[in-house]
């Protein structure tokens, strides 16, 4: 469980975080709103890139905000970039195996786990395989299954599915619906595509200009009028 | 590829593509290259005279140097050009133990290694702050800040007090290191060079291919993605400050101990830039890199030399190689001279098959 209270981030005079309050219960989140409304802000705060004006952030009963940012890796929050940023001149293997030896897994079940993780996400690759040599879907999942190794607790992934075909998202989307119950971590998915969202998420918040405007089971939420005048537009555009 | 299909973001695309193509195909050659340059280096004492073998241990000593520095821009992407003067420092604390304590010569060389790695990475503390161009200015500042103080200075030869120079001494005394009985030979000092090279290649490659490799690889693509990995950035710039400068030091114990021993004049701040071009030139996403970029900076100007040519030349020839490197080839001669020269089998067997062909 993730419990944010009031988290404000104040950039000059803008204000993309504006008193967010929410709590992520377990399972898979959504997290959605329309550009610029605040969310890779706001992962950018859990990953410690930016530091809230205010605002607590709790998970799993820990001060966030309180840890240096790449001990919270080490602890078990795990992020995906809007731009993959899978490391080209690594292998699929240590491109995976980087972060399992920067987290709670042993040395020992190194291996098993970052293979593991590899046919998890569903990868046809040779782990031995360098990452620049792969399609843009291929490094969308090796990132993926970065975020999956060493006893993950929070997995933030931002826009995974941006940039693929219907085909790909789908399979991601099969993908991110097994992550917690594979991994026991709490799932936070920001993406534009709502079939995504509303096949992966339980729950999910809406963010508007920085504010919370909406949380709740996503079905609900995607009916809200508040979301859809901000979100979508019009009524007749859903 | 051709010059004239290059582009500004073609060549930017080219670099990791070169890397993996260096890496894959490096593997399988590296093996037999490695067995002919052993043979080659262990055969040379018999083959050539006391004066190239000298130089031969002096290409070993800079391949070293030349390692650090490749191993800080290819692999973490830190652009450093104090390298020279680290060399410089290396060489004195390598001195002044020598002439100031009884150490042997193993453990001498490995504590002027420790201590010029705490040095360089005093001097790499800027680079968490900084990176390319400023990083660069820090660190060039700092060789001439070393360079000015050496000349003051001098190397020590056995004087009294912190310095250990000796005016009076000067004339008659070289700084020069005591070489161990082991090594007092030529051919056995060469020898020796060429073992502590070899060490210090392994515990760079080492390095390269574990944890420590992983982590400068993320630094290198992305600093958010390293940090959202859990890598301590500034734990890792600084291992790699560390190492280099280490990895110098024992360099500078080594040069100190070469016939001749050390002048403050041997090391003026240019030639860390010089340094920077050959490394360039050589290659700084493989291990043979380093050997080439040595190769051009201590074996060229000398036959140069032996051909009757000025070495003024040297300055040109690295300004052009290292635009043409920069223009064709990212990952460095040691990639584009054995891919020209298999595009020219190509050709010429080609041309070969096309003239059987016509003759039938």
Wanted: glycine residues 10%; proline residues 4%.
């Amino acid at each position: 469980m993730i419990e944010i209270a009031d988290l404000t981030v104040r950039f000059g005079g803008v204000t993309p975080l504006d008193g967010m309050s929410v709590t992520f219960p377990e399972g898979t989140c959504g997290l959605i709103g329309p550009n610029g409304a605040g969310k890779t802000t706001f992962f950018n705060v859990l990953s410690g890139f930016v530091s809230p004006a205010a605002g607590r952030v709790r998970a799993f009963g820990v001060d966030l905000l309180a840890m240096a940012h790449f001990r919270r890796a080490r602890w078990g929050l795990r992020r995906t970039f809007q731009t993959e940023q899978a490391i080209e001149a690594l292998s699929v293997y240590d491109n995976v195996a980087l972060v399992h030896e920067h987290s709670r897994g042993t040395r020992a079940t190194r291996r098993r786990d970052v293979l593991d993780a590899i046919e998890f996400v569903g990868l046809e690759v040779d782990p031995h395989e360098r990452v620049a040599t792969l399609g843009g879907r291929d490094r969308r999942l090796v990132e993926v299954a970065r975020a999956l190794v060493g006893a993950p607790r929070v997995v933030l992934l931002d826009e995974p599915a941006a940039g693929l075909p219907e085909e790909e998202t789908q399979h991601l989307g099969r993908v991110i619906r097994r992550i917690p119950e594979h991994t026991g971590a709490l799932v936070v998915l920001v993406d534009h595509d709502m079939s995504l969202v509303s096949a992966c998420c339980q729950i999910t918040a809406v963010l508007d200009f920085g504010k919370l405007i909406a949380a709740g089971p996503t079905a609900e939420v995607l009916r809200d009028e508040h979301v859809i005048r901000a979100y979508l537009g019009t009524e007749e555009q859903l | 590829m051709s010059l004239a299909d290059e582009s500004g973001p073609a060549v930017a695309a080219a670099i990791p593509r070169a890397r993996a193509w260096v890496e894959r195909v490096g593997s399988i050659r590296s093996v037999a290259f490695a067995v002919v340059l052993g043979i080659v280096v262990l055969a040379l004492p018999a083959l050539v005279s006391t004066f190239w073998l000298q130089i031969a241990t002096s290409v070993a000593i800079y391949s070293i140097v030349a390692l650090g520095l490749a191993l800080l821009i290819g692999r973490v992407g830190l652009i450093s050009l104090n390298q020279i003067a680290l060399l410089a420092v290396g060489g004195w604390i390598a001195l002044r133990l020598g002439f100031g304590t009884s150490l042997p010569y193993p453990l001498l060389l490995l504590a002027t290694g420790v201590i010029t790695g705490v040095i360089g990475t005093l001097i790499g503390l800027p680079a968490l702050r900084l990176s390319g161009l400023y990083l660069a200015l820090i660190t060039l500042m700092a060789a001439a800040a070393i360079t000015l103080a050496l000349q003051a200075t001098n190397f020590p030869n056995g004087g009294s007090g912190f310095l250990g120079y000796s005016g009076t001494a000067a004339g008659s005394v070289a700084a020069s290191l005591r070489r161990p009985a082991l090594l007092e030979s030529n051919t056995a000092f060469y020898l020796g060079v060429v073992g502590v090279t070899a060490l210090m290649f392994l515990l760079a490659a080492l390095h390269v291919w574990g944890k420590a490799g992983r982590a400068w690889a993320a630094i290198r693509q992305s600093q958010p993605a390293a940090i959202a990995a859990g890598v301590n950035v500034t734990l890792y710039k600084l291992w790699a400050f560390a190492l280099a400068s280490f990895m110098t030091g024992i360099a500078g114990g080594l040069l100190a101990s070469s016939a001749g021993g050390l002048t403050t004049y041997g090391f003026p701040t240019q030639d860390s830039i010089t340094l920077l071009a050959v490394v360039l030139m050589g290659g700084i996403y493989s291990f043979w890199g380093p050997i080439v970029a040595a190769l051009l900076l201590k074996l060229l100007p000398e036959l140069l030399k032996n051909w009757g040519l000025p070495p003024d030349l040297l300055t040109i020839l690295f300004g052009i190689g290292v635009l043409q490197v920069m223009l064709t080839a990212p990952a460095g001669l040691v990639v584009q001279v054995p891919r020209d020269f298999a595009n020219l089998g190509r050709m010429v067997a080609r041309r070969f098959s096309g003239a059987a062909e016509q003759a039938e």
